[in-house]
């Protein structure tokens, strides 16, 4: 649900010919361009040297979306032009130096065909994160390990404790989407450094923690489900239950995106969770949100109404492999069909490999669960105070769909201790925005809205009747 979006971030560049040393002089350095995408530009930086050799070697750098260093297969040059190939992506640029300094370029990708203009340049982006927590802190932070018991994969996280913690409440946080570390950092924000440091001056203790495969935690995300999330939540209960400094009767969850979908599933098997807070949790089941985050989504970045329909079209066909097809097997097949039109084993070993990499993001563990989950039985069930929140320009987990299946859950199971709230003018990471586009987040210089921040705080202290410190 929390997309990533990967466009331009993985590149394969290959330049056709070789050059002379002096060329190889001229285009050491940094080269900075723009691509322009409906509703927003993106900066692309490549910073090229020279080995002792004599070799080059370039690095690229994507700042928006927080991607440096990444490495650069090949560097070659023709004499008046480069052509950059990305077979992972199928997409291809080439350019031509109009002068010692400028390339005048074309981007082709998925048909689409985006000027990208490149200029030498020794000056980067900086991105501006100001609400990203700085020592020195007035609350102390532990980095804890504990171990869940069913999977044996060790967890990893930072325990952040109000000064002179003496029983407090503590939260958990439970990320959204994808592998995630335990700052859900994306595009260089980092919400949950931002949420415990909040808490944590606030008198609330906080743990947040690695997905499974990232940084400390060991196992994988791609492999594992949200039911497997569910259980790495439940032994991080068990963990702050174990420390002296936090009271066992005031830990709550909070779940941002898939991670508003862990909570229900966790507060309905611990009688210890106090309370949960859902951030742009979903109320609907996964294929509907699905085909409603694929559409608003698209027309957040202002493509065309053709165009929107054909991403409907190739995400309903995908939706229908993973609930008709119980075997992987055979959703594999299916898969190979419908991406290469029959023609998969008349290819050649390289297109193979670059169609089942395509189709390892949809069949794998994790996406066929939560096409096929619906949250709502589970909401039904849950019986500790609830926040549910989701941002008026969500495109993600659209807020009205979502939040009237909540309001309708709770309300059938007879919970009479929660509250549904449209938060105005933010998007699904909780950012005053402008569209809701996820092309936005990381323009944005925002983090977390402040308001969200005091709303949180305020209603735990609320519902539990603690005083805050």
């Known amino acids: ?21 002096a060329q190889n002089k001229a285009v050491i350095g940094s080269w900075k361009g723009e691509i322009e995408l409906p509703g927003a530009k993106l900066e692309m930086v490549f910073n090229i040297s020279e080995d002792e050799e004599g070799n080059l070697s370039t690095k690229l750098d994507v700042p928006q979306q927080g991607a440096l260093n990444l490495p650069v297969e090949e560097t070659k040059l023709r004499k008046d032009s480069i052509l950059l190939q990305v077979p992972a992506i199928l997409s291809t640029y080439h350019g031509q130096f109009i002068t010692p300094d400028s390339i005048a370029g074309e981007w082709v990708q998925g048909g689409q065909k985006l000027v990208l203009n490149l200029k030498k340049t020794g000056e980067v982006k900086i991105i501006k994160r100001p609400q990203t927590p700085q020592a020195p802190f007035s609350y102390s932070s532990e980095d804890v390990e504990y171990t869940n018991p069913e999977s044996a994969f060790k967890l990893s996280g930072t325990l952040t404790l109000p000064k002179n913690a003496n029983k407090c409440p503590a939260v958990l946080l439970i990320s959204g989407s994808g592998a995630q570390d335990r700052d859900e950092t994306i595009y260089e924000h980092k919400p949950f450094f931002v949420i415990a440091d909040y808490f944590a001056k606030h008198g609330i203790a906080v743990l947040r923690v690695d997905d499974r495969g990232v940084e400390g935690s060991e196992g994988s995300t791609r492999e594992a489900t949200s039911k497997d999330f569910a259980g790495d939540v439940l032994c ?59 559409e608003l989504s698209a027309k957040a970045t202002g493509l065309s109404e053709q165009a929107v329909n054909a991403k409907l079209f190739v995400i309903k066909g995908i939706i229908n492999i993973l609930k008709t097809n119980d075997d992987q097997e055979a959703r594999t097949a299916a898969f190979r069909k419908a991406f290469t039109g029959g023609m998969y084993k008349m290819m050649d070993d390289d297109k193979k490999e670059m169609v089942d990499k395509q189709i390892a993001a949809y069949n794998n563990n994790w996406f066929y669960f939560f096409v096929n989950y619906n949250p709502y039985p589970a909401l039904t069930k849950v019986a500790c105070p609830v926040l549910a929140m989701i941002g008026e320009k969500d495109v993600q987990v659209p807020p009205k769909s979502n939040l009237t299946a909540i309001n309708k859950a709770l309300s059938e199971g007879g919970n009479k201790n929660f509250k ?3 938060v105005p003018n933010l998007n699904h990471l909780f950012q005053n925005c402008k569209t809701g586009s996820p092309i936005e987040y990381s323009q944005l210089e925002e983090t977390v809205s402040p308001d969200v921040l005091e709303l949180m705080k305020n209603w735990i202290f609320e519902v539990s009747e603690w005083e805050e410190k």
């Open 1 to 21: 649900m929390k997309t990533n979006y990967p466009l331009l971030l993985l590149f394969i560049l290959t330049v056709f010919s070789t050059s002379s040393k």
């Open 236 to 294: 991080g209960i068990e963990y702050l239950k174990s420390r002296k400094d936090i009271s066992p009767t005031r830990i709550g969850l909070i779940g941002h995106s898939e991670g508003g979908l862990i909570a229900p599933m966790v507060a309905n098997k611990s009688e210890d969770v106090a309370f949960i807070i859902l951030m742009a949790g979903p109320g609907t089941a996964g294929d509907s949100i699905l085909l409603e985050q694929t």
């Open 420 to 422: 549904t709230i449209e």
